[in-house]
Structure formats: structure tokens, C-alpha cells
């Protein structure tokens, strides 16, 4: 769907669940219809209409609990049916044995409550073939509501998910730039670090329900790269915060001073280059394995200086300080150079392909 389109459909109260939910209910309605006439016409539509969400991945999962609901509550309402009739009774034994079993094994309470639904809905139909019914026509609104939610999709997912993770790399190299600034921009620093660590968690689950989408077959190979992207700027997450609580363990002299300072932003500059160059289109003046030896020298050069003029005790705390801050850099390198093979490996595998991908502008379609 075109952003464009979607806004304008939005303002008129047609937003995106809105589209998949009635588009889901009306070909449940008229697949079950065509199949089987006019009996329960009203389980496949209520099934597509209560299981879609957002996601694929929620949609799913609520399908199935959904499925499994109405088939354990059909087989207690089986059982407590061929002995009792409809009654207080029966019912009490019916969700006795059905809700207790589901308990019991520890089923999603999602399922537990369908358990209940169907089991006094399975009784009181118990004449009619209600369970058969009800899971066959379940089924076809299950899987019509899963068809729709992947295929109607946001406008620019992609590019969306990867700007989060772009902002994520961003917010953490200034993160990590503002440790050292003490005071208020200090505890700004913690914040930013705090922001940064969502955004890659966000961009990462975001990731995880595009692969359910048909609409974003395309670009599987980008979603690849940007998923090893953003799982070394996780891992780089974890180092800044290491050094956060190393530093706030430093005398207030040691963590503001300017060769700190200096060496803390040489990393930190890696962290956002890395990001610009691998997250986005834009033209990076610097050369990435360049700042990362400039990072590297300024660290050993800083720590050999500091060796002879430390306390032993303030030593052996910036050393843990420069350890992650080596561990960061040798993140990014090990990134770079995967994000560089896996550019390389498929020109040299399929050049030909590519080209006309090239040619048909797919490599940039979303």
C-alpha cells in the first residue's frame, strides 16, 4: 500500500487494522459460504476478525491459541455430553474437565478462556454438529486472516525498521560521547543509552515480523544485513553500558578529563560511522578501518601514558574502562567486515542476476 494513500484513507477513519479486518471477515464469509452453504456462516468471519493484529507473528499466535481452545472445550463438551444433558450440572462438570486440563497444562490463558467459550457453546449445539463445524470454519478464518495480514502491510516497513536501528547506532555513539561530560549531561548520556538500547530492541523485533511478510520477499537479503547490523550494535549496546558503570565508579577527575574525553569520542565516532555507512544512503567522508586504527592508537597511546601516572587502584578501574572500549572497536570491525562479504559474495556468485535487478530498480523497491 502506498504511504501516500494511507494517510489519506486514515483521516477518514480507514487505518490499516481497520482494512485487514473487514477484508479478512468478508473472504472468510464467502470462502465458507461457497464451500458449505449457509451453516455457521458466522465462525469464519468472528475468527478473522478476532485474531488479526498488528503482526503476523501476534496474528498467529493468537490463531493457535484460538484452534487449540476450541478443540480441547469440543472434546470436554463430547464427553460430558453423551452422559448429561444441557443443565448446571453438566456445564459445571464440562468446564470442570476441559478448563482444568488446559490449566493443568499450563496452555496460554488465551486459550483457557476459548476453552470455557466453546465448551457451553459445544453443549448447547451438541446435536447439531456444532464442533465440527466450528473448527473447520475457525480454521478457514485463521488462515484467511493470516493470508491478509501478509500481504496488507505499513507503506515502507523496511525503511522504517532501519531507520530505528540507524537512530539507535546514533543515540549510542552520543550516549557514549556524553559519559565523560559529568553533571547534567551525564545523566543525559544514561538516558540517551537507555533510548539507544530500545530502538535496537524495537528495530529488532520489527525485523523478526517482517520476515512473515510477503510484500518484503525482495528485500530479504537487505533484512539479512540489517539484522547482523543490528545485532553487533546490540552487543556494542552492552560494552557502553560497561563503560557507563565504570566510569561513574571513577574520581570525578579522571572520568571528565580531556584525554578521557578524547578517547572515549575517537570510539565513539566509529559507533556512528559504522551506523551512517551500513543503515543509510549517505556519503561518509571518512574511511570506517581509518578511525578505527586512529581509536585503537589514541587508546594505547592514552594507556601507556596513564600506567606510570595512576595509582594502582584508579589504574586497574580505567583499565577495565579501556578494555570495553577495545571490545567496541573490535565489534565494529568484525561487523565491517561481515557487512563487506556479504556485499561481496553474491556479485561474485550472480553478477548477471543482479545487474538486471539493478536495471529494474528492484534492489531499492519495498
Request: proline letters at 2%; charged letters at 15%.
Amino acid at each position: 500500500m502506498n504511504e501516500g494513500l494511507q494517510d489519506r484513507l486514515e483521516k477518514f477513519g480507514l487505518s490499516l487494522y481497520m482494512i485487514r479486518v473487514t477484508l479478512a471477515a468478508s473472504l472468510s464469509w464467502l470462502a465458507v459460504h461457497s464451500l458449505y452453504g449457509d451453516r455457521y456462516l458466522y465462525f469464519a468471519p468472528l475468527a478473522a476478525i478476532l485474531i488479526t493484529q498488528s503482526s503476523v507473528k501476534a496474528s498467529l499466535e493468537k490463531g493457535a491459541y484460538r484452534l487449540l481452545g476450541i478443540v480441547l472445550g469440543g472434546i470436554a463438551s463430547l464427553v460430558v455430553g453423551r452422559f448429561f444433558d444441557v443443565g448446571a450440572l453438566s456445564i459445571l462438570l464440562m468446564l470442570l474437565l476441559g478448563i482444568g486440563v488446559a490449566t493443568a497444562c499450563r496452555i496460554n490463558i488465551q486459550a483457557v478462556s476459548q476453552v470455557g467459550v466453546t465448551s457451553v457453546l459445544a453443549l448447547t449445539f451438541y446435536h447439531d454438529g456444532y464442533i465440527v463445524w466450528r473448527v473447520a470454519e475457525t480454521l478457514i478464518g485463521v488462515l484467511i486472516a493470516l493470508i491478509i495480514n501478509m500481504i496488507i502491510v505499513p507503506p515502507k516497513s523496511f525503511v522504517k525498521v532501519k531507520d530505528l536501528a540507524l537512530k539507535g547506532s546514533l543515540t549510542l555513539s552520543d550516549a557514549l560521547t556524553g559519559l565523560t561530560s559529568g553533571g547534567r549531561d551525564a545523566a543525559q548520556a544514561l538516558t540517551a543509552l537507555k533510548l539507544s538500547g530500545e530502538l535496537l530492541g524495537k528495530s529488532t523485533q520489527l525485523q523478526k515480523e517482517l520476515h512473515f511478510t510477503l510484500s518484503h520477499y525482495q528485500c530479504r537479503k537487505e533484512l539479512g544485513t540489517l539484522s547482523q547490523a543490528t545485532s553487533h550494535l546490540s552487543r556494542v549496546h552492552s560494552y557502553v553500558k560497561g563503560i557507563a558503570e565504570e566510569i561513574s565508579l571513577l574520581p570525578a577527575h579522571y572520568a571528565a578529563a580531556d584525554w578521557m574525553t578524547e578517547v572515549v569520542t575517537a570510539t565513539a565516532d566509529c559507533i556512528a560511522l559504522y551506523g551512517t555507512r551500513t543503515l543509510s544512503d549517505a556519503e561518509c567522508g571518512r574511511s570506517l578501518p581509518e578511525s578505527l586504527r586512529r581509536a585503537r592508537d589514541v587508546q594505547l597511546a592514552w594507556f601507556s601514558e596513564l600506567q606510570g601516572q595512576c595509582p594502582l587502584a584508579a589504574f586497574r578501574d580505567l583499565g577495565a574502562v579501556f578494555s570495553h572500549l577495545n571490545r567496541i572497536l573490535e565489534e565494529i570491525e568484525r561487523a565491517d567486515y561481515a557487512a563487506i562479504s556479504a556485499a561481496a559474495q553474491p556479485a561474485k556468485a550472480t553478477p548477471a542476476r543482479a545487474i538486471r535487478f539493478i536495471q529494474k530498480g528492484l534492489s531499492h523497491k519495498l
